[in-house]
């Protein structure tokens, strides 16, 4: 009966705005990547700290890159093996979701997860998993990435 009772004080506080919000650390690394968000100018990032924090995106591109742990396309090594926060600034409609793989060249039996545009980044990795990898956390292991539509991304394959 006590728990109820301060449970319903809660309530009627909070729908009064008498109880602050609270404030967290992902809310700071949020607002460092709105800071960066460019609109929708049709491209995928990645930064190397989670929070869309360092100096430079590891890689800015409008197309896909088989490989992120070679010498060639936007993302280069050591992109696959350093990437904390991603961002899919890509326009909208058609192949608009970006697509990361844990392997290179789109291996999505190896484990995969999408960013959809309306999500705008996911801002730490090492809270979001690969669909159809049991354990495998993305935060440091993204080998390719490909613009996909939203039907090709199982349910429990998007980032947050």
């Not at 961002?87 to 995969?112: H, T």
Request: hydrophobic share 40%.
């Amino acid at each position: 009966m006590r728990k109820s009772a301060t449970a319903a004080i809660v309530i009627a506080l909070a729908s009064l705005g008498l109880i602050a919000p609270t404030t967290s650390a992902s809310a700071a690394e949020d607002n460092l990547c709105a800071s960066r968000w460019p609109g929708r100018d049709g491209n995928v990032r990645a930064w190397v700290d989670w929070g869309c924090n360092g100096d430079q995106p590891l890689g800015v591109t409008p197309g896909d890159d088989r490989s992120w742990g070679d010498s060639a396309g936007a993302f280069q090594a050591p992109a696959n093996i350093v990437a904390s926060s991603v961002m899919n600034s890509g326009f909208i409609g058609g192949r608009d979701v970006v697509a990361f793989y844990y392997d290179k060249d789109y291996q999505y039996q190896n484990g995969y997860v999408c960013l959809a545009p309306g999500e705008k980044w996911a801002d730490n990795l090492t809270d979001n998993y690969f669909y159809n990898r049991s354990g495998q956390v993305v935060n440091d292991r993204i080998g390719s990435h490909r613009w996909v539509t939203a039907s090709e991304c199982a349910a429990g394959s998007w980032l947050t």
